[in-house]
Structure formats: structure tokens, C-alpha cells
């Protein structure tokens, strides 16, 4: 109907043609400072990343910083032990202990930074129900102390290589009808497997109801996030139950290991991570203004302390 | 000062006037003295106080000798005595050399009526009585009402008012009181002009508030030429928003729910058509508009920021008139007349936009099926000279639907999404003259505000098939003017509010044992405010208003002092300095100026308590002879417990936390600035400008690491210039120039590697960096300006009709406002997008207008 398009055109001009103006602000030229991302809990080694700020296109990233020192201190300021260099900007060392607290000092380039952490009291953790598309988490919150709860469902693929040994070496197999048909000519012969993962971990994205959790009470991160973050302001030194809620594709997917990750944490790291959910959430909408605190002096990032405990619900 | 002793202090200064005749009782008139009878003549009381040895000097002519009093049992000196019996007299009681002089004062006479127009006999608002000889000034009310005091005698008085020939009537005085109603002649040409709401007449410079020019108004260029009062207001110093195609107001550093918006007395949540761009008042119905932010009156309340207070017409008592108005976006008709003759009338005003008339089904396609439709309707009734009764409706809905393809289970699915919002408002009035001095208004409301967005029988993820927020208030209150002696009025009243406020939840809340988002709420208002002149040049105003308000088992009560003084420097200048406390209990949260149903409201908890604002203002106007007025006005705003989105909530997306108390946080802000205003008023040519230099910051305890940050509403430089100039007798040219500071945005000033790259072992180049920023609010845009250009030609015919075609182009050069603002990192290019998106530019409107 022409009137139809015709009017439709002169309101489109008049209404919503309207120009659209872009503004580039360029942060290539900002000072590029140190940034610290690690964390210490008591089942993994420490591991502390050091990079600066700026994206780096001849890197395809942010520039990793190599010859500084990081120093690990207790809290009698005693030093505990230097982390050592294991590349791309990351610096490793041993463990920490439950309910102790941490100095992390960073050398670098005449400067020294630190940031001061703790790890925080044990609480013990069991699934208690596993279904196609939630999973029941149990906490027993065990020390009357504040703790603070994420929950992460990590995902990491592997790959199964098939072989047998002959003169002691493995050979490997390329198809299931190979193998069996090696086995029809030597029916004893010594076969295995390697299970080999992939060093990059991912989070499936869950989602919760329960309005204890910071997610369904703020409703920010509610569906589909990352990570769920609960206090035990209704439990402190009880028990709870968490259902988790995810996609039911995400455990039929096969050569794929799914972990439970419960990690107690401290306020400092907690914040800083929801904070850091909320940025990515929020600027998938056009918004850059959700503030990051962190915990080192003069440097950027956070070196967060946490207790951890992780179950294997999907092998 | 305790809290105790500030009330008292108040208290004090608002009674203090009525005392002023309160006689310093000292020397003879703290004699003792004892009263055998308490009820008597008053010569037999003044025989008494003769008795106890003191000389009465007084002329018995001017005293009602025989008039009978009693007195009350607590006199027990003589001039406590002398007070309470000759309290009724014109008489002034003084010691003067040993004795008592009973000093005569003239009787006074009241004169009072109401103000009309001549031929339509619409009441007149704000009109001014002059007597010169004796520098007496009254001003009619807001029902036309006035009553001036005088001494008997013959009188030429002077009936001023800015639109219309200002006339002069002879009235004699004798001894009784006179009502007298008196019609004043409309100045100008244009039947449509008629009324218009400025008082600022030449002779009375001291005013509180601005009266806004609707004729001005109604002749400046506006988008797609559709006339818009908001507009007229935003070009008032202090009010910012006028820079972004729509009607906010952003009044001195204040949110847009700040402001009290008032039709006919009528409270109004909601003032948007067509996502902001119009205001729902339509401009063929208005009589007058008065905007305050500051020098509040003491009636008002319950806004922080400002009031708007609309006026609509009340209808020809004596012909029938209409009009007729086709645009580019609406049509509108109206008809006016009498019901009886001087006795009833009424006004009907209908607007209706006709995009959607021309085809539904293919603008639901496009997504473009609006429509919106406004009817006011006015009637008024004169029972008899002191008692007339009101009845005024506004009904007003916007519906935008639009077709939404979707797939379900392999199969395609369309269903019609329909957003909806309107106001429907009700008011009955009676207007009471009970004595020549003494005008009751006594004014039953019901206002209701909803919107809604009805998806049908769609399922999208968990949302409901439909989502409403609600709003309906249900009110009675009376307001009385008390012109107890010529330099002393009184204004008090008070009444009562029951609000009811349902607020949805977030679309995807399916959470069990949520607290409901319905809120229920008393609100009990009563105010009394002394106007009182002191000397020649001076006048103080003091008031007292209270609020209650219960809400939730939680109540609060507040006492707001508003104060102002004022000093004439001659005829042309005066000095005004004033302080006004307002209080908030219904905060209002929405996407900036467009009204969808994840709006909400808050009204006062436990948690939350009431925003309070404190405002300054001193000012200086000089009436430069009689075509220019400059003001300059300087202000200081304190406002605390204001309330804000915690960082995260976010309406636009719906991220909004169940409980309506985990969305928000409180703080504090400041708002100051300095305001200048010029107004010329030549014969073919007039122009107004405004500038506000301003300066609006806020600090919340978690945000912004609880430093202080720009508020979205901060615009240092904010500059208007409109410009009437009369080309001959048909030809019209307006333009307006509008210049302010740029929004102020978010933005990160450093990126950097996410921690989860580095847990996750990915730590490879990411996708989403975290970044860093400074401050909220820490980058400004550019300056935005623009400016609008319009041609009126009119036709009057012979017989009275008028046609009008107005042409122009809104923001014919323009960087102005954007709609949205949307920011990104570009990683790859180390640099941080802003996106000002929907500027709109170049819009050319024309609109044909026949009156009849």
C-alpha cells in the first residue's frame, strides 16, 4: 500500500532517522600499570599472574611481565617462599593452609606491591542430588566464622587415545575396528588407554533460584551466569542445600569432565569477583560502569585467598 | 538548637504576625485590676478601668460604647482588659505622659469578588487590585477570588494584568462591607489568547514562583509542531532537559521524579505521550500554569524539587467556541460553552493521534502501530455569588503494538506485544466564598496511573503473558485564604491521600513467598502560612507545612518551614531571599522519560526513609521600564536520603532485585548555582533568555567508593533564547536556541587481563577484559545545542474565525541529546566507544489550526 510506505518512510525520517554519533576515546597512551591476578588455596599450588594494563595487538593480548620477583609472607611477615617463573607471566608455589592469612610482595622494576590475603576455615562439601538439569549441592558450613560461597560448574574436554603394546611400545589404534581387529589375530594382546585434558578449563553457565544467593536476590546474575555467590548469613556453621541449575545438553556432551567447584573465599575476593560478573554482564548492554576493587597496593587485580573443595560429577 | 526548640522557633515566627497587635503591656497597663462582672458594655469596662486611677483618653464617637463583651477570666490587668474588649474596635491603645490614649484608627471596609473575563467570564488568576493612594495591592487567587480592605470612602482602583487592558473602576465604600465581581477586557486580538496566566504585571515585581506565558508559548516552534507546556518550562532557568527532544524536567540538580506535577489540583505520576516527546497537557485546554522551585508555598509538598501547578480552562459562560487542529502526528477539537448562561458551562477537548488510522495490520508489521488519545473534560456550576462547584476528567491512554515472529518447536509463531500506559484523573471542586475575607476550596481527587505490556499467549523464557505497575491516589483536602487585615493574610488547610502502588516484579521471577510489590500508603497534609506586609516595602512570608505518612506499619511525620522575605528598592527593583524545606515519601524509578512497565515506585519503609531537600535562594529582579524584566537568582539545594540504583540494577534490562529495598541505595546531594533571566517585550518583538551556571554532585555510601560524582542531572552551563517577532499582521517568525554542557557518561579509563583466563588456564587474548574506572559519571560528552525555527501565518476573518498554519523545523541545527548512549571496549584498538545513538535532527513540521 503505498500511502502505507510512504507515511511510514516520512515518520521513520522524522521520528527515528535520527543520527547516530560515536566518540572514540583512545586508552592506548594511558600508563600501563602492573596487574596481579592469583590465588592461593590449600589444594593447588599459588599461582600468580603478572601482566600490565593495555591490550597489546602484537601480543593478540595483555603483556605478560616476566622478571619480577613475587614473594609469599605469612602473618608474622616471615617469608614463606619466592614463586618461580613458569611463563607466560605466571608465578607458582606451593599451597597454602586453611585459616591462615598471606602477604603477597611483587618486585618489579624498583617498585614493590602487595596485597594481603587469607584463607578462609574449612567447610565440607557432597552432592546430594544429580539430575539432567540441576544438581543439589551440600554445604556443611563448619566454623561459626563468615564465609563467603562460590559455586562454579567447570567444564574440560579430553581425549582418549586408544593403543596396545607391542615390543614394549604403545601403539596407538585410529578407529575402534582396528583394535578389535588386532585382537582377533592376537587375543592376549596388552591394550589401554590415555586420557589426555585439555589445559583450558571452562564454566558452564548456571543459574539459581534461591534468593539467599546473591544472584537471585540482586537479580543481576541470575540466569545463566558463571558462578553463584552465597553467604552463610542463614547457615553460619550449619548445613544448607543449593540447587544449581543448568542447560541438560551440557552432560550429554561427550569426552567432557564437569567439576564442582565450592570455593570459600574471602570478602575482598568475593566482591571483587561478583563485581567482575557484573561487568561482563552489564557491558554485553552498552554499560561500562561497574566499579572492580582489588586488594594489591598501586597494582591493579586481586590475589584472592579461598578454601576449595571440588567433586568430579561428571567423568 | 534542639529539635524542640527549633519547632518552637518556628512556631513563634508564624505566630508572630497574628500577634503583632499585641500590645507590650507595661507600666499603666500592667495595673492590676478587678472585674466584678465579666459581662458588660464596653463603657461599663472602661468606667472600671477608670476606676482603679487611670486617665482613658478617647473619642466616645469612635468606639461602639454600648456594644456588650465578656471577658474572659484570666484578665486581671488593665491592658489585658483593654485588648480583649476593643479588639473588635479600630483602635490602637498607647501610653502617652500618665494615661491611656485609645488612639482611633479608621474603619475598615472589605472589598472583595471575583476577577473575570469580560464576555467569557472566565475567572481571572492573578490578577492585581490597585489602590494608588494608599499603596494597597491585592491579587486574585487561584479561583479568581480577591478581597482588599480600605477605609470608607470613594476609590478609582487599577485592575492590571499582563494580556489584558488594564481598567480602572470607581467603587465607594460606606460602612458596609461590598462584593463586587469585576470584569476585565482581554488585550489581545487572538480569541485563543484570551486567557493567558502571567501576572507578572509591571506594578507587582515581588513575586514567588514564574507564571508562565502561554501565549509566549503557544507561539514558539516545537516538535512536529505539536505546542507542548513541559517546553515552555524548560526554558526556565534552573530546569535542565530541554536539550533531548523530550519532556523532562531536571529542576535545579533534581531526578524527574522530583517534581509535583498538578492538573486541576490533581496529582500526576505519569506526564509522557509518544516516549516522552509530548507531555499529556493539552495545550488548547490549559488556563494557566505556575512553576515553582523555589519560594514554595506551603500547600504544597511531597515533591523535593519543584511543582507545575496546570490550571485548565473552565469554559465560555456566555458563547460557544471551538477549534480545530490537524498535525503530523494528531488532531484535536475542542468546543467550549455555556451550559445555563452565566450560570454552568463546560469544555470538551479531544486529541487523537491518527498514525495507526492508516492501517493497522501493516504498522504492526513494521513495528510502527501507535496511537495515543486524550479527552478533557471540564464542567463548572454557579450556584449562587459565594458557591460554585467544579467538575474536571482527563482521560488519556498510549498504546504501541507491534507483531513478534518467534519459533517454537520447529513452527513459526507470530503474537502482538502491546505496551500501554495511561492516566485517568478526576476532581469535584467547590470554591466557597464564606465572608468577604475568608475563600474555602474544598477539592475531592482521583488520579490513576497504569501501564502494561501484554505478550498474549507467548511464552518468551519465563515471562508472564502480561506485566502491569499501578498507581491510583484517592484525595480530599481544603485549602483556605484568610485576608485577616491588609498587610496580613493567611493561608492554611490540609487533607488526606490514600495511595495505592503495585510495581511489578522482574519478568522472570517465578521465585515462591517474594514480598508483594503492592504498597498501600496514608498520606495527611495541613499547612498555615502568614503573607504579611511590613511597611511600604517589605513583606514576609512564614510557613508551616506537616506531613504525615503511613505506610507499612512504619509512619513518619515532618515539619517543613518555608520562609521568605522580600524588600522593594522603588517600584522597580526588589531583593527576595527564602528557605524551603520539602520532603519525598514515593520515589519513582524509570528509564529516562520512557514510561514502560518495569517503572517502579518506592514509597517509605523502615529501611528507606523520606527525602528531605533544603533549598536556598536568594534573588534580585529589576523591572528595566515597561517592555524588559532581568532576574538573577542564587541558589543552594541540600538533599539527603535520596535514593538511588545499586550498582547492577538496571530497569532497562530488567535486572531489578524482588524486594523493592535491595534495588536501592541512599546518599546525599548538593546543588548550587546562580540563574539570570532577561525578558524583552517590545511591540513586534520579543525574546526571553535564560542561563543557569550549576554545579549538582551526590555521595553514596556504595557508589562510587562512597566518593562524591557529578549526578546524571549535573549541567554546568544550561542557555536558552526564544525569539517572537511579529512580521506584519499575518506573518509570525519564532526561533529558539538551546546550548548546555554534555551528559555526563561512565566510562573505564583502563582495561585489563580477566582473572579467569589465568584460573581457567585459557590466559589467552580475552574477549571480556576488566576494567577499571575512576569515578562515576568521570567523562562529559560534547556540548550539545539546538536550534528550532517556525513561521505562524494567520488569517483572521470578519466574522471572527481564525486560521492558522504554523511551518517550521525543530532542531534545524542541532547536536542535541542523544536518546541512548551505549559503551564498548574496542580491545583490538585500545580504545573505548561511546555511542550517542537516536540524535534527532532536522525534523520539519507544519500544523493548521481553524478557530471558531
Known amino acids: ?315 | 538548637m534542639t529539635k524542640g526548640n527549633k519547632i518552637s522557633f518556628f512556631l513563634f515566627l508564624l505566630l508572630s504576625p497574628v500577634l503583632l497587635f499585641g500590645q507590650r503591656q507595661s507600666g499603666l497597663l500592667s495595673t492590676p485590676i478587678k472585674l466584678t462582672e465579666r459581662k458588660g458594655s464596653l463603657s461599663y469596662f472602661l468606667n472600671q478601668v477608670e476606676h482603679v486611677g487611670i486617665l482613658l483618653t478617647y473619642n466616645p464617637e469612635n468606639i461602639r460604647m454600648n456594644r456588650k463583651v465578656t471577658v474572659s477570666n484570666k484578665i486581671n490587668t488593665v491592658g489585658g482588659l483593654l485588648e480583649e474588649i476593643l479588639r473588635s474596635e479600630s483602635v490602637k491603645i498607647k501610653e502617652y505622659q500618665g494615661k491611656i490614649l485609645l488612639i482611633s484608627s479608621p474603619r475598615l471596609i472589605t472589598l472583595s469578588g471575583i476577577i473575570k473575563e469580560e464576555g467569557s467570564k472566565e475567572v481571572i488568576i492573578g490578577a492585581n487590585i490597585i489602590e494608588k493612594s494608599s499603596g494597597s495591592v491585592a491579587t486574585s487567587n487561584g479561583f479568581g477570588f480577591y478581597s482588599i480592605s480600605l477605609e470608607k470612602g470613594d476609590y478609582e482602583l487599577e485592575i492590571t494584568h499582563t494580556g489584558y487592558t488594564a481598567s480602572r473602576i470607581a467603587v465607594t465604600l460606606g460602612d458596609e462591607n461590598l462584593r463586587k465581581d469585576i470584569l476585565i477586557r482581554s488585550g489581545l486580538d487572538l480569541p485563543e489568547l484570551k486567557v493567558t496566566a502571567s501576572n507578572e504585571a509591571q506594578n507587582n515585581i515581588n513575586l514567588r514562583g514564574d507564571y508562565v506565558d502561554l501565549e509566549t508559548a503557544g507561539k514558539l516552534p516545537s516538535f512536529l509542531g505539536e505546542k507542548d507546556i513541559i517546553r515552555a518550562v524548560q526554558l526556565y532557568p534552573g530546569v535542565a532537559g530541554n536539550n533531548g527532544s523530550s519532556v523532562n524536567m531536571l529542576v535545579r540538580g533534581g531526578n524527574t521524579d522530583q517534581n509535583l506535577v498538578t492538573l486541576d489540583d490533581i496529582s500526576i505520576y505519569n506526564i509522557n505521550h509518544l516516549n516522552g516527546m509530548f507531555s499529556i497537557f493539552n495545550p488548547d485546554v490549559l488556563k494557566s500554569v505556575d512553576f515553582y522551585r523555589s519560594d514554595f508555598p506551603s500547600k504544597y509538598g511531597g515533591r523535593l524539587s519543584s511543582v507545575l501547578n496546570i490550571r485548565s480552562r473552565d469554559g465560555d459562560m456566555e458563547k460557544y467556541h471551538g477549534h480545530a487542529t490537524i498535525g503530523l502526528l494528531y488532531a484535536s477539537a475542542g468546543l467550549e460553552g455555556p451550559i445555563v448562561k452565566d450560570k454552568a458551562s463546560f469544555t470538551i477537548n479531544m486529541r487523537r493521534s491518527w498514525l495507526d488510522l492508516l492501517g493497522k495490520e501493516k504498522l504492526e508489521d513494521a513495528g510502527l502501530f501507535y496511537y495515543f488519545t486524550d479527552i478533557n473534560l471540564k464542567l463548572n456550576y454557579i450556584a449562587n455569588p459565594n458557591n460554585r462547584f467544579y467538575m474536571s476528567a482527563y482521560l488519556g491512554n498510549d498504546a504501541f503494538r507491534q507483531k513478534i515472529y518467534t519459533y517454537q518447536d520447529d513452527q513459526s509463531l507470530n503474537f502482538k506485544s502491546t505496551l500501554k500506559w495511561g492516566n485517568k484523573l478526576v476532581a469535584f471542586r467547590w470554591n466557597r466564598i464564606i465572608s468577604p475575607k475568608l475563600f474555602k476550596n474544598t477539592t475531592a481527587t482521583y488520579s490513576q496511573y497504569t501501564s502494561s505490556l501484554n505478550v498474549g499467549e507467548a511464552v518468551i523464557g519465563e515471562a508472564p503473558a502480561r506485566i502491569y505497575s499501578t498507581v491510583k491516589d484517592l484525595g480530599v483536602k481544603s485549602d483556605f485564604n484568610y485576608y485577616l487585615r491588609p498587610d496580613l493574610k493567611l493561608n492554611f488547610g490540609g487533607g488526606l491521600n490514600l495511595n495505592s502502588i503495585i510495581s511489578p516484579l522482574p519478568y522472570n521471577e517465578i521465585i515462591e513467598n517474594t514480598e508483594s510489590n503492592t504498597t498501600n500508603a496514608l498520606n495527611l497534609t495541613a499547612y498555615l502560612e502568614d503573607e504579611i506586609k511590613i511597611g511600604a516595602h517589605a513583606e514576609f512570608i512564614a510557613g508551616l507545612h506537616y506531613a504525615g505518612f503511613i505506610s507499612n506499619g512504619v509512619s513518619y511525620q515532618t515539619l517543613q518551614p518555608r520562609f521568605r522575605f522580600s524588600y522593594q528598592l522603588g517600584k522597580k527593583q526588589a531583593l527576595a531571599a527564602s528557605y524551603s524545606r520539602m520532603s519525598q515519601f514515593i520515589h519513582q524509578f524509570t528509564i529516562n522519560d520512557f514510561s514502560i512497565p518495569t517503572e517502579f515506585r518506592i514509597a517509605s519503609t523502615k529501611n528507606i526513609k523520606p527525602e528531605f531537600a533544603e533549598i536556598f535562594n536568594l534573588s534580585y529582579r529589576l523591572q528595566a521600564g515597561k517592555t524588559s524584566s532581568f532576574t538573577v537568582e542564587a541558589y543552594y539545594k541540600k538533599m539527603r536520603n535520596l535514593l538511588a540504583l545499586r550498582t547492577g540494577q538496571d530497569i532497562t534490562n530488567n535486572a531489578l532485585a524482588p524486594k523493592l529495598e535491595d534495588r536501592t541505595i541512599n546518599g546525599q546531594a548538593v546543588s548550587k548555582g546562580l540563574e539570570f533571566s532577561y525578558k524583552q517585550d517590545l511591540n513586534w518583538l520579543k525574546f526571553q533568555l535564560a542561563y543557569t551556571l550549576s554545579n549538582t554532585t551526590g555521595t553514596f555510601k556504595d557508589l562510587n567508593q562512597g566518593k562524591s560524582f557529578p549526578l546524571n542531572q549535573d549541567f554546568r552551563h544550561n542557555f536558552n533564547l526564544a525569539v517572537n517577532a511579529s512580521l506584519g499582521k499575518r506573518l509570525e517568525f519564532t526561533a529558539l536556541w538551546t546550548y548546555t554542557t554534555g551528559q555526563h557518561v561512565t566510562i573505564p579509563k583502563n582495561i585489563y587481563k580477566n582473572i579467569d583466563d589465568v584460573l581457567l588456564g585459557t590466559n589467552t587474548a580475552s574477549t571480556s577484559p576488566s576494567y577499571v574506572i575512576s569515578g562515576i559519571n568521570n567523562y562529559t560528552l560534547a556540548d550539545n545545542y539546538k536550534v528550532d525555527l517556525g513561521l505562524n501565518l494567520i488569517r483572521k476573518f470578519n466574522n471572527g474565525h481564525q486560521r492558522t498554519w504554523s511551518l517550521g523545523v525543530y532542531n534545524a541545527i542541532a547536536d542535541p541529546q542523544a536518546r541512548y548512549i551505549y559503551t564498548t571496549i574496542v580491545t583490538q584498538e585500545n580504545k573505548i566507544r561511546i555511542t550517542e545513538d537516536i540524535k534527532i535532527r532536522i525534523v520539519p513540521y507544519f500544523t493548521f489550526t481553524y478557530k471558531f
Not at chain 1, 613458569?86 to 611483587?106: A, E, H, M
Not at chain 1, 562439601?125 to 564465609?147: C, F, M, R, W
Not at chain 1, 588407554?193 to 536476590?217: G, V
Request: aromatic share 10%; glycine share 8%; hydrophobic share 35%.
Open chain 1, 1 to 315: 500500500m503505498y500511502s502505507i510506505k510512504s507515511y511510514t518512510g516520512l515518520l521513520l525520517l522524522l521520528l527515528f532517522a535520527a543520527c547516530e554519533k560515536e566518540t572514540n576515546i583512545d586508552i592506548a597512551n594511558r600508563p600501563a600499570q602492573l596487574v596481579v591476578l592469583g590465588e592461593l588455596n590449600q589444594l593447588d599450588n599459588g599461582l600468580v599472574n603478572l601482566s600490565t594494563s593495555v591490550f597489546s595487538t602484537v601480543n593478540s593480548g595483555f603483556t605478560d611481565v616476566e622478571d619480577a620477583q613475587v614473594s609469599l609472607f605469612d602473618q608474622h611477615n616471615s617469608l614463606i617462599e619466592k614463586y618461580t617463573y613458569k611463563g607466560k607471566g605466571n608465578y607458582t608455589g606451593k599451597p597454602g593452609i586453611t585459616s591462615q592469612s598471606y602477604k603477597l610482595t611483587v618486585d618489579y622494576k624498583g617498585k614493590t606491591y602487595e596485597g594481603m590475603t587469607a584463607i578462609p576455615s574449612a567447610f565440607q562439601l557432597d552432592v546430594k542430588d544429580l539430575e539432567a538439569d540441576y544438581i543439589d549441592v551440600g554445604i556443611n558450613d563448619l566454623s561459626p566464622e563468615t564465609n563467603n560461597y562460590i559455586f562454579e560448574l567447570l567444564a574440560r574436554n579430553y581425549s582418549v587415545d586408544r593403543y596396545y603394546i607391542t615390543q614394549g611400545q604403545k601403539v596407538k589404534v585410529n578407529s575402534e575396528a582396528e583394535l578389535l581387529d588386532q585382537l582377533s589375530h592376537n587375543p592376549g594382546l596388552q591394550v589401554g588407554r590415555d586420557t589426555t585434558f585439555s589445559p583450558e578449563s571452562r564454566k558452564i553457565l548456571i543459574s539459581t533460584i534461591d534468593t539467599r544467593t546473591e544472584n537471585a536476590k540482586y537479580n543481576e546474575l541470575r540466569d545463566l551466569s558463571g558462578r553463584i555467590f552465597l553467604r552463610d548469613k542463614t547457615f553460619n556453621g550449619g548445613g544448607t542445600t543449593l540447587e544449581i541449575r543448568f542447560h541438560e545438553t551440557e552432560f550429554k556432551t561427550e569426552n567432557m569432565q564437569i567439576t564442582l567447584s565450592v570455593k570459600s573465599v574471602t570478602p575482598e575476593y568475593f566482591n571483587y569477583l561478583y563485581a567482575m560478573d557484573l561487568q561482563q554482564a552489564k557491558s554485553t548492554t552498552g554499560s561500562l560502569d561497574v566499579p572492580l576493587k582489588g586488594n594489591m597496593n598501586n597494582a591493579l587485580g586481586i590475589f584472592g585467598g579461598c578454601y576449595i573443595q571440588r567433586i568430579i560429577v561428571k567423568k
